[in-house]
């Protein structure tokens, strides 16, 4: 069950739509001014505190609720009207007044992620607000944006027992069904007869059967770009197991594959002149007799031995076979998501999301796009000195240092041995979650870093 991104907006007159003015603090005193008296003292006496993006209730003469005021800091921030939705009473509203002759739809995309709640499990008592979306300026880019948002954070907050390997592939079938799209999936011991022999390892403990997911979308004759999930639907740890307060948001550990969707929606929503093929490779990383141990030695799809030094490194072994099945197939672009290492959360926080590149205009042009939609990610170095710490005295190459330093960094080396220079890569190592309510970014599942790369393919590909 996707929630319905668009029940917070509606179309048409309401004649008893209340309006919602947004403000810069700058020009808010000659606002003000420009007010009727009622207003104007209202605001003097009542009003105690106009913080940014805080909406404040201004009643009519009889009490009732006449207009919504938002401070803000900057025009078209996103965040503005992202608290509205859960702070304002029941209604109807409409946006009428922006700073300077700006375009709405920035506004009304933060309405839109500032009501979404996942209800699942419990009714939804939120009120019912609903804003007018009559005035979005590129209603289709709106709608995919929020939708694609919505269903990585629907993947994500989903709790590991219904989001298990098959589930992830029926969510997947359901999306792609609505484009027309063939999804394949190679299941269980299939994967080894296919070549896939890293993510049959690291799932073959689960009663859950691992499976690599895929699909392909777009004309063939168009730019090829390929985009990688890690799927690990829940992260024990494997034997090297996680201590319970690790493992608690483990659920949070397929938030790969749900950004990989979240921005495959995007694209064919967009209908971007692009063939794109998604590649999912879905596990749980369980523990029983037949699970596979520290020390092992496990040989991949490209033939590269590799060394197992902590089962709990098991997403980059799970996308070395992707990356492999990727670059056979020569595409333009690789980009894979992964919830990869908590070392990024330590050099960047929670809330921005690390990339590594191997192309430096790639990495340029996803700063700008990250700069022009509000949607923070910083690039980390593929600094080749430290691969010598991922080196193995058995195998071609160990899955994690033991150094305990450098972290994402040695992670996205790992990958990068299985990538030639000669194909552009992007890779993200993402938290998936917000610890904490913000306006717009309610607490839970969150895609990160998805509106700065699909605008960055629609700058690229346009």
Request: aromatic share 6%; proline share 6%.
């Amino acid at each position: 069950m996707i929630t319905d991104s668009l029940q917070c907006f509606y179309t048409g007159d309401d004649p008893r739509s209340i309006p919602v003015n947004i403000v810069l603090r700058s020009q808010y005193e000659d606002w003000k001014s420009s007010q009727s008296r009622a207003v104007q003292n209202w605001l003097q006496t009542a009003c105690c505190r106009t913080e940014p993006n805080q909406p404040v209730c201004i009643p009519d003469t009889k009490g009732r609720l006449a207009s919504v005021l938002v401070i803000v800091e900057r025009e078209n921030i996103i965040w503005s009207l992202g608290k509205c939705p859960q702070s304002l009473p029941a209604g109807q509203y409409h946006i009428a007044h922006v700073p300077g002759p700006s375009n709405n739809d920035p506004y009304l995309l933060g309405w839109g992620m500032g009501a979404y709640r996942y209800a699942r499990y419990r009714k939804n008592d939120s009120p019912s607000c609903k804003l007018s979306i009559d005035c979005a300026q590129d209603r289709q880019k709106l709608e995919a944006l929020l939708g694609a948002v919505t269903l990585v954070r629907d993947l994500v907050n989903t709790p590991a027992a219904d989001m298990m390997p098959q589930h992830l592939q029926q969510s997947m079938q359901a999306m792609t069904d609505d484009h027309g799209v063939e999804l394949n999936a190679c299941i269980g011991d299939a994967l080894l007869e296919q070549n896939y022999p890293m993510i049959h390892a690291v799932g073959r403990a689960s009663t859950h059967p691992p499976r690599f997911i895929t699909w392909r979308w777009g004309q063939a004759e168009h730019p090829r770009v390929i985009i990688i999930g890690k799927g690990v639907s829940f992260d024990s740890g494997g034997l090297d197991i996680k201590g319970a307060r690790g493992m608690r948001l483990m659920k949070k550990d397929m938030g790969g594959a749900a950004h990989a969707a979240g921005v495959a929606m995007a694209v064919m929503k967009l209908g971007l002149p692009v063939h794109l093929e998604i590649m999912i490779p879905a596990v749980e990383n369980a523990i029983s007799g037949n699970a596979y141990r520290p020390g092992d030695v496990l040989t991949s799809r490209s033939g590269k031995t590799v060394e197992i030094e902590d089962t709990d490194a098991e997403g980059r072994l799970i996308l070395c076979d992707a990356l492999s099945q990727a670059v056979d197939e020569k595409p333009e672009l690789i980009i894979d998501f992964a919830t990869l290492t908590g070392a990024a959360r330590v050099a960047l926080g929670t809330e921005v999301p690390a990339f590594f590149t191997n192309d430096s205009t790639v990495a340029q042009d996803l700063i700008a796009a990250s700069d022009k939609t509000d949607d923070p990610v910083w690039q980390l170095p593929l600094y080749r000195p430290y691969r010598q710490l991922l080196n193995s005295d058995i195998a071609d190459i160990s899955n994690c240092s033991n150094s305990g330093y450098a972290g994402a960094i040695t992670a996205a080396l790992f990958l990068q041995e299985f990538v030639p220079d000669t194909i552009p890569w992007l890779h993200f190592d993402v938290m998936a979650w917000n610890t904490r309510n913000r306006a717009g970014r309610p607490k839970g599942g969150e895609a990160m870093g998805l509106r700065a790369v699909v605008d960055f393919l629609k700058q690229r590909y346009p």
